[in-house]
């Protein structure tokens, strides 16, 4: 809390450079707020860093959420007050998870430091997406998280919270880096100062942003950079950081890379036959909105490059595409690119135990085995996905959603892919023009999406209480 209070004084400072007079006043009361609230957090739960139970464990990651979106979104209900505080809530879970899909479209255009801070607050978003991975997720395997074996030097961090701090530690410079690598590039490529920095904030934390000029880049050269640094993100982090501090880089070893190569690759050639252009452009487009969708940014080139072209095909090849996500420890939302591989090492071995009835064989994942524990892990990961995916569709349709729109909605909220919704359903009407009931909805879909399914399950078990 006291680090994102520390950040909100950038679009404070801001705001004061380029007159934003009401946003000046918003970002002053909202850091009084987050003062208040983070010091009644510290208050409370200063002596739990000694008591390790699995309750605390998924509790305060959720409790902490809660209050940081809270705080996320409340410069824009000071700044805008008459849309509410579930249109606020709604925005700074939106940013924390990275799902970039903003409620205030149409409205925050005039005011740059928003902007900034909508951009900031994600990117933040993104780099706890990996810590939380890294730590809370993998030691409690959930959805098989145990597989993924990083290789980060923890010391004695082996677990929970004080591996967390190691994590932020150990990773926060690659990924400020690579953040500054990207907004460089944008600059020598021509593009503006402000807009180079919120491109590369969004790219970096796969977020995309509705807000910021729709989520259209625009130009070729920074389409390409962007491209670039989005199948970066897509990638763990922490292979990334200890392959290039032994300056090895090669990731080819690694399932996801393969497999990611291969989607884009793949999702491209079949995106290129539908656009009837010339082949340079066809082939750049094709290439920017697979990788676009598969990490779930939902960064687009233009706003008609699918209502001149789109059809049922389009539309399933995007949900698959954001449904799959990227590497484990990525930015990205989705079922991610581990679960795959262990379906796909499932589904082999089982073919091939039908040719060879009484053979005995040792499931493994990267050379790693898996156990009868992480097949479950990853069956109700898949499970839960698909069963709170079909109830936020069927709520939002109770609540007056178009059916079509609420499985567009339920669906980008749960992979975290919020812009990616105008790729499967380009009719959709906009973010800003949900009810309170909506973005409510939402929300909760969003924070089970970053949170995990099976996480959250758990916490519906008396077992997991009694512990």
């Known amino acids: 809390m006291l680090t994102l ?11 004061y450079i380029y007159g934003e007079t009401r946003a000046e006043g918003a970002f002053g009361a909202a850091i009084f707020f987050s003062l208040l609230i983070g010091g009644s957090l510290f208050l409370g739960f200063r002596t739990n860093s000694q008591i390790r139970t699995p309750a605390l464990t998924i509790g305060l990651p959720i409790l902490g959420s809660i209050s940081i979106a809270f705080v996320v979104g409340l410069p824009l209900f000071f700044v805008f007050p ?20 903003s409620a205030y479209v149409g409205s925050v255009e005039g005011y740059r430091s928003i902007i900034l801070w909508q951009a900031l607050t994600a990117w933040l978003g993104g780099f706890v997406a990996i810590a939380y991975t890294l730590s809370i997720l993998t030691a409690l395997n ?7 074996r990083s290789s980060l030097p923890y010391g004695e961090s ?20 690579m953040t500054v690598l990207c907004c460089l590039l944008l600059l020598m490529g021509g593009t503006q100062m402000f807009d180079a920095i919120i491109i590369s904030l969004i790219t970096l934390s796969t977020s995309g942003l509705t807000s910021y000029n729709a989520g259209i ?36 070893d690694h399932f996801e890379f393969k497999s990611i190569g291969f989607i884009l690759l793949a999702s491209s050639v079949i995106l ?39 059809n049922l095909t389009i539309s399933i090849l995007m949900i698959v595409l954001a449904g799959i996500g990227g590497a484990a420890a990525s930015t990205t939302g989705g079922l991610k690119q581990i679960r795959l591989g262990i379906l796909l090492t499932l589904a082999n071995a089982e073919l091939k135990r039908l040719a060879h009835p009484n053979s005995i064989r040792v499931f493994k994942y ?25 109830f936020g569709c069927l709520v939002l349709a109770i609540f007056g959603v178009e059916f079509k729109h609420s499985v567009a909605l339920a669906f980008s909220a749960l ?7 105008f790729m499967i359903d380009p009719s959709f009407y906009g973010f800003s023009g949900l009810q309170d009931t909506d973005y409510a909805i939402l929300s909760v879909l969003m924070l089970v999406g970053r949170i995990e399914v099976s996480v959250i399950f758990a916490l519906l078990a008396k077992a997991f209480w009694r512990s």
């Open 82 to 101: 008459e849309r509410g505080l579930f249109a606020a809530f709604y925005e700074g879970v939106s940013m924390l998870t990275t799902n970039g899909a």
């Open 217 to 252: 880049i625009e130009g070729h050269f920074p389409q390409i950079v962007v491209i670039v640094f989005l199948i970066i993100s897509m990638m763990n982090w922490d292979f990334l950081y200890s392959r290039m501090r032994n300056s090895e880089f090669t990731l080819i």
């Open 415 to 421: 992979t975290l892919s919020g812009p990616v919704v």
């Open 5 to 15: 209070t520390a950040i909100e004084v950038i679009p404070l400072c801001a705001s």
């Open 272 to 310: 290129f036959f539908y656009f009837d252009g010339m082949f340079i452009q066809d082939v750049l487009r094709s290439i920017f909105i697979s990788v676009s969708a598969l990490s779930t940014t939902g960064l687009m080139l233009d706003e008609t490059v699918f209502r001149e072209s789109h």
């Open 142 to 148: 959930s959805g098989g998280m145990q597989l993924h």
């Open 366 to 390: 990267n050379n790693e085995s898996i156990q009868l524990r992480d097949m479950e892990a990853v069956w109700l990961a898949i499970g839960g996905f698909v069963l709170t995916l079909a």
């Open 158 to 177: 082996d677990a929970g919270y004080p591996r967390l701090v190691s994590i932020f530690k150990t990773l926060s410079n690659l990924y400020v880096f």
